[in-house]
């Protein structure tokens, strides 16, 4: 009898199914003399600190670091204990052993775990899948490899797993007795992740916008209106005067110039391109998106996702036609330009696949709905328009001058669309004529206004993540700065969603928020001189080490013993007791003092609230309010200028509306209060909703009357929780007070 083991129990179904036709068991699959079982991922862990130790069940500075020297490993829960018995029981039966665990550095240590703990020895052989159609399948298990051949890669993948362990717990431990009102995590991928949301939050709360004027003027060239803008940015006063004096006057054409750019289509994808796309697309968060491509994979549609390779190996060409064929009876397009591998020497590149290459469609049709839809029909349009020639656009730049001032018209016209066709691109604009002069016939001076950094999303991150935080454009640059990112495309959907539950960050619809207590963890460990913690730089060399490992150019020994020292080097850090005198004081630092009273303002987990609340102080600002989120600096302009900077929030009914949060000193009070709304031809046109759903425009008295309000609509704030309903006001740890 042949076992099979796998990592999950759709992959045992699919590798089942293609043997033939399986009777299906509690815990396994049976075709002929195959048996096939699973895992539920990771079904083992190295034990906590207590497992090399009873004394190391109390948290204790001193018994710091925690450095184990034989690891032990415990089933993560009780249905793993079961699983992981069952799998015995089948591989004592065996006479010989398979290794159908995902195809990379995690599967393999999956199943060299599972091999350890069970430790009965039978003859092992790896079936390396990247799809899971059954003729793949039938094909790899006609060529497996010896397990031996793989000894590097899961060496690799074991110092990681003791890496990650060393540093997390004992990192952790120290930290949280140092600063012990709080339990914090921290993890050589997580920590300098959320470094790069504090940093941006940073440069959010102290950016100072600039206003400035430009100047657009219109004119008419064969009926049809353009527009130029100016050069220059202009005061109010200036700008108005000139657009006021450009009506009727005459511009003269100093410069007019064509250039042709040809756009290349998108390289294949690979996971954190997909997970971008679908930020930004969909808004799903990258955990989401993880999800759906590996249910499209686990149903043989699409090869394995978590890669990061975004190319295929040149012995797929045949293959590549096969898919060509089966998609294109039931998918629209230029298909012929797949079947004769247009495109070739961008696609296809053995140097730049690793252990997976990019993901791409595997040719099987089944009809889906939803998300997987709209995933799988994504995956097939970048598949397909990897293949097609370049876009081709014509960009135009005509400049103008009135005397001394210079007005720029800039065009793109879209010739060839090609793969704009499939994905999308940009609106295809009119080009001027030769022109020698234009007259104006409308000028307008337009307020404008720089614009901080935009926070996080899920996609932003990722790609953050991927470059260790420098920007690329380039595609081609952002394929070499992936060599410094941040973590594996495994691994960075999970980080996020740790960073979330441990309090680091809260969700605000697609942004990522960092909280005081994510601020205060990395300003803590750069003012003890720890920042190495959280910089990139140092998973990335990690990453390269690993790497290392696996070519065999570097011991695991050589990096477990200089990972070690580096963990004492932390600990020896924090037990110093300049260090933790700063790290309490930063801790227990209040956000500012009460303006109802003469306590400080605290953060709990989900308000911000004063000190002297048992005393009956009042003062309470809810993180998540009316479906807006308010952030600590949001609470200190609150308390030092009376009002924060206008928020973006969401009425019951779904609408979104800007207001302020400001403070009521009179009825000791924090309210919202709603931005004067000026009378103007505009405002006649503003729609009322009625309760029975339609629409009435306002009348010219009722125009006026909200026009002479002052703006006092104020409602009460402090006592709105976070779904904008009213409730009881609450403590510190979320109870009700009576």
Not at 415 to 443: F, H, I
Not at 518 to 526: E, H, P, T, V
Not at 698 to 724: I, Q, Y
Request: charged share 30%; proline share 4%.
């Amino acid at each position: 009898m042949t076992l099979i083991v796998t990592e999950k129990p759709s992959v045992a179904r699919q590798i089942a199914s293609a043997l033939g036709k399986p009777t299906s068991r509690k815990t396994f699959l049976k075709v002929g003399d195959y048996v096939i079982t699973y895992a539920f991922g990771h079904l083992l862990q190295f034990g906590y600190p207590e497992a090399y130790g009873e004394h190391y069940k109390k948290w204790r500075l001193e018994d710091l670091p925690i450095v184990p020297r034989e690891w032990k490993l415990i089933p993560i829960s009780k249905s793993a204990q079961k699983q992981l018995e069952e799998i015995r029981k089948l591989w004592q039966e065996a006479d010989e052993v398979i290794s159908a665990t995902d195809a990379g550095r995690e599967g393999e240590l999956i199943f060299r775990l599972i091999k350890e703990h069970i430790g009965l020895e039978k003859p092992v052989r790896r079936l390396w899948l990247q799809s899971l159609t059954p003729e793949e399948i039938r094909e790899e298990l006609g060529r497996m490899r010896d397990l031996s051949e793989l000894e590097r890669l899961y060496q690799s993948a074991l110092a990681r797993a003791k890496a990650d362990w060393l540093v997390g717990i004992n990192a952790s431990r120290a930290f949280t007795l140092v600063t012990p009102r709080e339990v914090f995590s921290i993890g050589r991928v997580q920590t300098p992740t959320l470094a790069l949301l504090v940093d941006r939050e940073k440069e959010i709360q102290q950016f100072v916008p600039r206003i400035y004027f430009k100047v657009r003027v219109g004119f008419s060239v064969n009926e049809h209106l353009f527009w130029a803008e100016s050069l220059r940015e202009y005061e109010e006063q200036d700008a108005k005067a000139l657009a006021a004096e450009l009506v009727g006057q005459t511009l003269q054409v100093t410069h007019q110039e064509l250039s042709e750019k040809k756009a290349m289509p998108p390289l294949l994808p690979d996971l954190g391109d997909l997970q971008k796309f679908a930020s930004r697309a969909f808004k799903w968060s990258a955990q989401k998106t993880m999800k759906v491509l590996q249910s499209l994979y686990e149903k043989a549609l699409i090869t394995y996702p978590r890669t990061d390779s975004r190319f295929l190996p040149t012995d797929m060409k045949k293959q590549v036609r096969s898919i060509a064929k089966a998609l294109n009876q039931v998918v629209q397009g230029n298909w012929v330009l797949v079947e004769s591998l247009n495109n070739a020497a961008r696609i296809f590149n053995d140097a730049k696949v690793t252990d997976h290459f990019a993901i791409i469609p595997t040719g099987k049709v089944q009809e889906l709905k939803g998300d997987e839809q709209r995933m799988y029909e994504y995956i097939v349009a970048r598949f397909l328009a990897a293949f097609y020639p370049p876009a081709v656009e014509i960009h135009q730049t005509t400049d103008f001058a009135y005397g001394d001032h210079k007005f720029r018209h800039y065009a793109v016209h879209v010739r060839e669309p090609s793969w704009y066709a499939l994905l999308g691109g940009p609106q295809s604009e009119e080009l001027l004529p030769d022109l020698q002069a234009v007259q104006v016939n409308d000028a307008r001076a337009e307020k404008r206004q720089t614009q901080p950094p935009p926070r996080y999303t899920d996609g932003t991150l990722i790609a953050a993540m991927e470059t260790g935080g420098r920007v690329a454009e380039d595609e081609e640059i952002a394929q070499i700065l992936k060599e410094k990112g941040i973590g594996t495309p495994a691994t960075r959907a999970e980080i996020i969603e740790r960073l979330v539950e441990m309090g680091y960050v809260q969700r605000h619809g697609t942004q990522l928020i960092p909280t005081t207590k994510g601020i205060m963890l990395i300003d803590a460990l750069r003012e003890v001189k720890l920042e190495s913690l959280t910089q990139p730089e140092l998973t990335g060399e990690w990453e390269r080490r690993l790497r290392l490992i696996e070519s065999g150019e570097e011991t695991p020994q050589a990096f477990m013993w200089a990972i070690e020292e580096y963990v004492r080097q932390i600990i020896e850090t924090l037990k110093k007791e300049e260090s933790a005198h700063l790290l309490r004081k930063k801790q227990n630092m209040p956000i500012a003092r009460c303006p109802f009273c003469d306590g400080f303002i605290l953060e709990g987990q989900k308000s911000f609230y004063c000190s002297n609340w048992k005393e009956g102080c009042s003062f309470r600002v809810w993180k998540n309010m009316n479906g807006g989120v308010l952030t600590a600096d949001d609470v200190r302009r609150l308390v030092a200028e009376g009002r924060t900077r206008m928020k973006r929030f969401k009425s019951k009914a779904g609408r979104t509306y800007k207001a302020f949060v400001v403070l009521d000193m009179e009825e000791k009070k924090v309210a919202v209060e709603y931005p004067q709304r000026a009378a103007s031809s505009s405002a006649a046109d503003t729609e009322l909703a009625h309760g029975d759903g339609e629409v009435a425009k306002p009348s010219v008295d009722e125009v006026k009357k909200r026009a002479t309000k002052k703006h006092t609509n104020t409602k009460d704030a402090s006592s709105t929780d976070t779904k904008g309903t009213k409730k009881g006001t609450r403590n510190a740890r979320g109870r009700k007070r009576k």
